[in-house]
C-alpha cells in the first residue's frame, strides 16, 4: 500500500503568521514592560536588604488581611 500520511489527509498546513511589529504601539509596550520589570526587581532587593521596611511592610499587609476577613465574617 503506497500513499502515506498524504493520501490519508495527515499533512501539515502552513499558517499564515503575523506581523507582530506592525502595530504603532509595539515598541512603546517593550518600553513599558522593561521599565515595570526594571521596578519590581528594585523593589523586591529593597524588601530583601532591608530588614526593618520587609517587617513594616508585612505587618501592613497582616493588618489590611485581618480588616478585610473581619468585613467578610460580618456578612
Do not use: C, E, K
Request: avoid cysteine.
Amino acid at each position: 500500500m503506497s500513499g502515506g500520511s498524504y493520501r490519508r489527509g495527515y499533512y501539515i498546513a502552513a499558517q499564515r503568521t503575523t506581523d507582530h511589529a506592525s502595530a504603532p504601539d509595539a515598541d512603546l509596550q517593550g518600553f513599558f514592560i522593561a521599565i515595570l520589570a526594571t521596578a519590581l526587581v528594585l523593589v523586591v532587593v529593597v524588601l530583601v536588604t532591608d530588614p526593618s521596611l520587609s517587617a513594616g511592610i508585612g505587618q501592613a499587609i497582616r493588618a489590611a488581611w485581618s480588616d478585610i476577613v473581619v468585613q467578610l465574617i460580618r456578612r
